[in-house]
């Protein structure tokens, strides 16, 4: 509970976007990526380093003199890329290769929200990086960075898994290529319908033992994984809505592609995007 915070955040995007328009005069000198409530990010439009300082130059020029108008100090941070689905989903790579995230998958995990890194680690590595989806899901062999975790709510009795009903309430699932595993599911009531479990495999098994340090075991079904970091990596690119498939190809002087999509619409692709959106 900080009112005092929430006031100086209101007070700061009335600034930025009304009566300090910083926004409206920094529009014809840049690119305005996204913008909120403490903040905005923007791109310059030069093509080469001479065009870009003077353009900075006029940019921080617009702000210092904004900063003089509204009596309040701006700070400045440089990045060289931008990956962004929208003001909520979005990866920034700063000139060092560090980056920042937000959203459910390329936010950074921690211990007490571990759910499924290796795959946001490969949608990561991929958009910063360009490392293949199958080399970082490949590479890894701690079985704790595949684990899927679920929890049977209140509104659930119980849950089932290969036949047989779970006493406990949280799980640690893993895709399995056992063909006699099952999905994991949960049930209302005693004879209700089995539910599976989202975002869990069709086919899995479950360690709620320590699986720190532990080795993945050969019936790991990794393909499970890759398929579902290829499929963040397509649904944060060009959203969850994108059905148009490729309709012919261009390959460019420097290697990349010019693609059109069956709706008209038209991209430049590196080969892995094109590889990633055509499979």
């Not at 990045?79 to 060092?96: A, L, P």
């Not at 950074?108 to 080399?135: S, T």
């Not at 069956?262 to 990633?276: A, I």
Request: proline share 3%.
């Amino acid at each position: 509970y900080a009112p005092r915070g929430n006031y100086q955040l209101t007070v700061l995007a009335a600034k930025l976007t009304g009566e300090g328009d910083l926004i409206e005069k920094l529009e014809p000198y840049c690119d305005i990526i996204q913008s909120n409530t403490d903040g905005v990010l923007v791109k310059l439009r030069a093509s080469n380093e001479a065009e870009r300082d003077s353009e900075f130059a006029k940019v921080f020029d617009i702000c210092q003199e904004w900063e003089h108008r509204t009596k309040m100090n701006l700070e400045y941070d440089h990045f060289k890329k931008v990956i962004q689905r929208d003001v909520n989903n979005y990866i920034i790579v700063d000139s060092e290769g560090g980056y920042k995230s937000k959203g459910g998958v390329v936010k950074k995990l921690n211990d007490l929200d571990y759910d499924l890194p290796i795959v946001n680690r490969a949608v990561v590595n991929y958009l910063v990086k360009g490392v293949p989806v199958e080399q970082t899901v490949t590479e890894c062999h701690d079985l704790r960075d595949f684990q899927k975790i679920v929890k049977i709510s209140s509104k659930y009795a119980f849950g089932t898994h290969n036949g047989k009903r779970l006493h406990e309430k949280t799980f640690r699932v893993f895709a399995s290529k056992h063909p006699e595993d099952g999905k994991i599911c949960k049930v209302k009531t005693e004879g209700a319908t089995e539910e599976k479990f989202a975002n869990t495999p069709d086919k899995c098994f479950i360690d709620n033992g320590n699986v720190c340090g532990k080795r993945i075991p050969s019936y790991l079904d990794k393909s499970w994984y890759v398929d579902l970091a290829k499929k963040r990596i397509k649904e944060f690119l060009y959203g969850k809505n994108f059905k148009a498939t490729v309709e012919y190809t261009l390959v460019r002087s420097d290697g990349s592609y010019d693609v059109m999509f069956s709706d008209g619409s038209s991209r430049v692709m590196s080969r892995e995007e094109l590889k990633l959106i055509t499979e």
